[in-house]
């Protein structure tokens, strides 16, 4: 199957700078949602921001216009579009400096935005025979580090190299109100000696984990801003107003959405149909117990430069991720939680399916397991983990 990253945006942006965009798009299948009070500023992240609401805009009426037309192998998917350069301002002329840690530390591990030492596991670690892309690449690498460094949503973190400007580490926290709910997604990027002229290379961290449509199992990121996939106008790369952040915020919004199954190639036509609302509940199922297996992943194998994140992270949302799967075996559907794992969806008529509540079931006890190991609070939970137990008898 060929697979399309920007169908479906229903997002819960999880972000400070929510607000001013809820309710301003209306797609087929829904809208987007946010969860705090505060409103979208100016700067490039309102652009990037801005870029995602418009782009899904106008795949609405496009796709309107034209009449609209499991994998669950344990083992192992921002700057505007618009006319002006991504910072819209004068620091778009001059090069960023940005301040070098000497070592990876604790203190540190929560930073939205760090400079380190390139990691030895890092995906494009070879590719250093491609060179870089001279004074110019460099001032621009540069200016791409001072957005990110200004402008990272709450629920994105970067890490860059010094020793290797053309690499980065990107995680992504799943939000709420969608089957990534808290999971961790990291990506690899690496920029050309072409760079901005042809877009970053994207990889994913998949743990052999078919997460999303757009995101392969091989690590492969569908994304038409990427060129990885066909777009046209401003879905694809353009040198003079792309950037980086706006990658990342596609694939917060875009891709890690609300209802993964309209990302699916051809099934956009369902979208805000009977057919579609009700075939997307059990591709949510799926999607979020594969999300639960890919934290075990992450948990077992963090990326290097992360694993303290990946750590806190666990430590401070375990409670909650065992919430919401107490809330999903009770019933609750699936991507229907807020952010302390309550559910919002007060509509009776559907409710988690019977073999759902099974195969969490089994996942559970070794998920309980992993967050005790790492520090998490589990005590309220415990007895999730005899979940299975209690439903096979």
């Not at 490039?44 to 795949?59: K, Q």
């Not at 690498?141 to 990110?148: A, P, S």
């Not at 999971?183 to 078919?210: I, K, M, N, V």
């Not at 690590?219 to 790369?237: A, F, Y």
Request: with cysteine; hydrophobic share 35%; charged share 20%.
């Amino acid at each position: 199957l060929l697979f399309v990253p920007f169908i479906d945006c229903c997002f819960l942006f999880q972000v400070d700078l929510q607000n001013a965009v809820q309710n301003s798009i209306e797609m087929e299948n829904g809208s987007f949602n946010s969860q705090d009070e505060t409103s979208v500023g100016s700067g490039p992240l309102s652009v990037a921001f801005g870029f995602v609401t418009r782009l899904a805009s106008e795949i609405f009426a496009r796709e309107s216009g034209d009449d609209i037309d499991k994998n669950e192998d344990e083992n192992r998917m921002a700057a505007s579009k618009s006319t002006t350069v991504a910072t819209n301002d004068s620091n778009a002329e001059k090069s960023v400096d940005v301040v070098m840690a000497d070592e990876p530390a604790d203190s540190d591990c929560l930073k939205h935005f760090d400079v380190l030492q390139c990691p030895p596991d890092h995906h494009y670690l070879e590719n250093i025979a491609h060179g870089t892309g001279g004074r110019k690449w460099v001032k621009k690498v540069q200016q791409e580090w001072g957005i990110l460094e200004k402008n990272l949503p709450d629920y994105i973190y970067v890490r860059v190299f010094e020793d290797r400007m053309d690499l980065m580490r990107a995680v992504i926290i799943g939000a709420s109100g969608t089957p990534y709910q808290d999971g961790l997604f990291f990506f690899d990027f690496y920029l050309p000696p072409e760079f901005p002229q042809a877009p970053p290379s994207a990889y994913y961290h998949s743990g052999g984990l078919r997460v999303n449509p757009n995101l392969y199992v091989d690590g492969k990121v569908c994304l038409s801003l990427l060129n990885t996939w066909t777009g046209r106008g401003n879905e694809v790369w353009d040198p003079s107003s792309s950037s980086i952040l706006q990658v990342l915020v596609s694939l917060q919004g875009l891709v890690l959405n609300e209802k993964p199954y309209f990302n699916e190639a051809g099934y956009e036509k369902q979208v805000g149909t009977v057919e579609g609302e009700k075939n997307a509940l059990p591709y949510n199922e799926n999607t979020y117990l594969l999300s639960v297996k890919s934290m075990l992943y992450i948990l077992r194998r963090p990326p290097m430069n992360f694993e303290d994140f990946v750590k806190s992270h666990f430590c401070k949302r375990g409670h909650y991720i065992l919430k919401a799967c107490e809330a999903y075996l009770q019933g609750a559907v699936v991507g229907t939680l807020n952010d302390d794992a309550c559910p919002t969806d007060t509509n009776k008529e559907y409710s988690c399916s019977m073999g759902f509540k099974l195969a969490l079931g089994k996942i559970l006890p070794r998920l309980i397991t992993a967050l005790k190991d790492i520090g998490a609070d589990c005590s309220q939970y415990e007895h999730l983990g005899k979940t299975e137990t209690a439903q096979e008898s």
